[in-house]
């Protein structure tokens, strides 16, 4: 069509060079050293790989095609750009979606133009076709359920009803009979129905999952648009489609997995299990009750606390999503300065999920300059709290519940902890006495040995500050 | 089937085994930037929206196919931004040279 179209080899010679980058990309952005220039590795395989797409002998018209790549550029670096890094993780949710978006409109596109004029489709494109649409779809709706609970839109704890399994089966089933009608019939009244199912069982898939387990859901989820962009992949007939996709859905799964071991649950468990079930909806009540047995929280002012930290050997910091939430980390960092100064240690205690996603707080405090060599993960951390006066919990919740230790009923029953209640004193900054995003009461806060502080974790800090110069 | 089918497959079957060859061991620190990463990677899919939109049709075909680049688009360009922006968190950090 026009002048500069490249042969179809030469292009597919273009995309295997991209794949090549895909791959290194995500083999350095597996180790710290080199992940930085691993995604700038896989960025290149993937410009390479749009840019000669431009070429292709398929494409016929480019109005279209500028248009839509320039109004997804605005948006995409916009978002990117003018978030904060404590709403990283709803944005990675959000650009997984629209991935999935992409999978399912493209494939309702190719059905639409194969199906009328041919009749019924052979098989092969018409399986591929049905498959990207379905999971695309789910992968859509899902992560857009997931980012209105991380952006807390929607309530971060589990939303249940009675016999929700057994309808999410129906609709799964009636989905996919749709899938099958569209592909055996003419009438594409059923391709419209498969989007309409999969969209509405993506819904119903991550609203009872709690706010908690929604990293290792958006990463099921990214797995999930990896696999669409394949199934794509073998509608086109694109190899840089189906190696990029299956990637992605591949080490996805793996990473899936793993983000699931470090939190101790199956991935069954996180997608159908405690936190869903029957247990879970009974834990809050039963520990609501617990309330009215009187069991008392101890209060304490800011200066109380500020010298309990300026006259202790060591001090264990524990940072979760209050510490983000409040942008304290800077504010922890100059509170951290001021106790070293007299002659305190501190050290700060990384849980693998503490805020929401593994990793979120190690970025806030590398952000606010935190030496690297204080910040201990939970395997370094956990022997320390015995030999620690104080533990000062800023903001973390579930991620410190002894109930993951004792308690078999609790839905986070055998999640390893930091052991904060082992240190002498615990003192736990939070806004109040709701409970965290799993929405289970946590037990350490009637510990005798704790004492709260309600208040903005940056405003309590920063009164920490003040109190420590003070004394 | 096909031959392109078979070759398709074949690839697939490659490129499912590397992928989870590839990040065997990796640090929790970098469990959320991979993910971001990867999720990026699946971006690819904006290559399948330009081949769709440079032969559509139909009108509907056309307005599915703008949508599924805008899509596509924000899906690699925030992608990598954001998972540049995670990891230029970490680069300031004096004393990490050798992993982890």
Redesign the interface.
């Known amino acids: 069509m026009i002048p500069l179209a490249l042969s179809q080899n030469t292009i597919n010679l273009a995309y295997a060079v991209a794949a090549i980058l895909?791959?290194v990309?995500?083999?350095r952005?597996?180790?710290?050293?080199t992940?930085?220039s691993?995604?700038?590795v896989?960025?290149v395989g993937?410009t390479i790989?749009?840019v000669v797409?431009?070429f292709?002998p398929?494409?016929?018209?480019?109005g279209?095609?500028v248009?839509?790549?320039a109004?997804?550029?605005v948006?995409?670096?916009a978002?990117?750009?003018l978030?904060r890094?404590t709403a990283?993780?709803q944005?990675?949710a959000?650009?997984?979606g629209?991935?999935g978006?992409?999978?399912a409109?493209?494939a309702?596109?190719?059905f639409?133009?194969l199906a009328p004029a041919a009749g019924h489709l052979d098989g092969?494109p018409l399986v591929g076709i049905m498959f990207s649409a379905l999971i695309g779809s789910i992968s859509f709706s899902g992560s857009m359920v997931a980012f209105a609970k991380l952006q807390e839109l929607l309530p971060g704890r589990p939303l249940t009803f009675a016999g929700q399994q057994v309808v999410n089966a129906l609709l799964f089933a009636a989905t996919v009979a749709a899938g099958i009608a569209a592909g055996t019939t003419d009438d594409q009244i059923w391709i419209a129905l498969l989007v309409a199912g999969a969209l509405v069982f993506g819904v119903m898939l991550v609203l009872p999952i709690g706010g908690a387990d929604m990293?290792v859901v958006?990463?099921f989820l990214?797995a999930f648009?990896?696999l669409?962009?394949?199934a794509?992949?073998?509608?086109?007939?694109?190899?840089?489609?189906?190696?990029?996709?299956?990637?992605?859905?591949?080490?996805?799964?793996?990473?899936t997995v793993?983000?699931g071991r470090?939190m101790n649950r199956s991935l069954a468990n996180v997608l159908f299990g405690a936190f869903g079930s029957a247990p879970a909806s009974t834990g809050p009540a039963a520990a609501q009750e617990g309330d009215g047995d009187g069991r008392m929280v101890r209060e304490v002012t800011a200066d109380d606390v500020a010298v309990m930290l300026a006259y202790a050997n060591q001090v264990i910091v524990v940072p979760g999503y209050g510490l983000a939430v409040a942008q304290a980390q800077h504010a922890t960092r100059e509170l951290a300065e001021q106790l070293e100064a007299r002659g305190v240690k501190v050290k700060y205690a990384i849980h693998?999920v503490a805020g929401r996603?593994?990793?979120?707080m190690?970025?806030?405090l590398?952000?606010a300059?935190v030496?690297?060599?204080q910040l201990l993960?939970m395997e370094d951390a956990n022997p320390e709290f015995p030999r620690s006066d104080v533990a000062l919990v800023v903001g973390a919740n579930d991620v410190t519940n002894p109930a993951a230790r004792s308690n078999p009923e609790s839905p986070i029953y055998g999640m390893p902890i930091l052991d904060v209640d082992k240190a002498t004193n615990v003192v736990v900054l939070k806004r109040s006495m709701k409970p965290g995003f799993a929405g289970i009461e946590n037990e350490l806060y009637y510990n005798p040995k704790t004492a709260m502080l309600f208040g903005d974790a940056r405003a309590s800090i920063e009164k920490l500050v003040a109190g420590v110069k003070a004394v | 089937?096909?031959a392109?089918?078979i070759s398709?497959l074949t690839?697939?079957a490659l490129?499912?085994?590397?992928?989870?060859e590839?990040?065997?061991?990796?640090?929790?620190?970098?469990?959320?930037?991979?993910?971001?990463?990867?999720?990026?990677?699946?971006?690819?899919?904006?290559?399948?929206?330009?081949?769709?939109?440079?032969?559509?049709?139909?009108d509907?075909?056309?307005i599915?196919?703008?949508?599924?680049?805008?899509?596509?688009?924000?899906?690699?360009?925030?992608?990598?931004?954001?998972?540049?922006?995670?990891?230029?968190?970490?680069?300031?950090?004096?004393?990490?040279?050798?992993?982890?």
């Not at chain 1, 952005?29 to 050293?33: D, F, G, N, T, V």
């Open positions: 895909l791959i990309g995500i083999k952005l597996s180790s710290p050293a992940a930085r691993g995604n700038i896989a960025a993937m790989a749009v797409t431009f292709s398929a494409i016929d018209s480019y279209l095609i248009a839509g790549i109004v997804g550029a948006i995409g670096v978002s990117a750009r978030v890094m990283m993780p944005m990675v959000l650009f997984n629209v991935g978006g992409a999978a409109l493209i309702v596109s190719e639409h133009r092969e990293p958006i990463s990214n648009t990896g669409a962009a394949a794509t992949g073998f509608v086109l007939d694109n190899n840089a489609l189906i190696i990029g996709g299956t990637l992605v859905g591949a080490s996805g799964t793996l990473l793993l983000m470090a693998p996603m593994p990793g979120h190690n970025v806030l590398a952000e300059n030496p690297y060599p993960d | 089937m096909s392109e089918l398709s690839i697939f490129a499912m085994f590397l992928g989870f590839l990040i065997g061991r990796v640090p929790t620190l970098l469990h959320t930037p991979l993910m971001s990463g990867t999720n990026a990677i699946h971006g690819i899919i904006l290559v399948g929206a330009m081949l769709v939109a440079g032969s559509a049709d139909s509907l075909e056309k599915l196919a703008f949508v599924a680049i805008v899509f596509g688009t924000i899906n690699v360009v925030g992608g990598f931004l954001v998972t540049d922006r995670m990891l230029d968190m970490f680069k300031r950090r004096p004393g990490r040279e050798d992993g982890e």
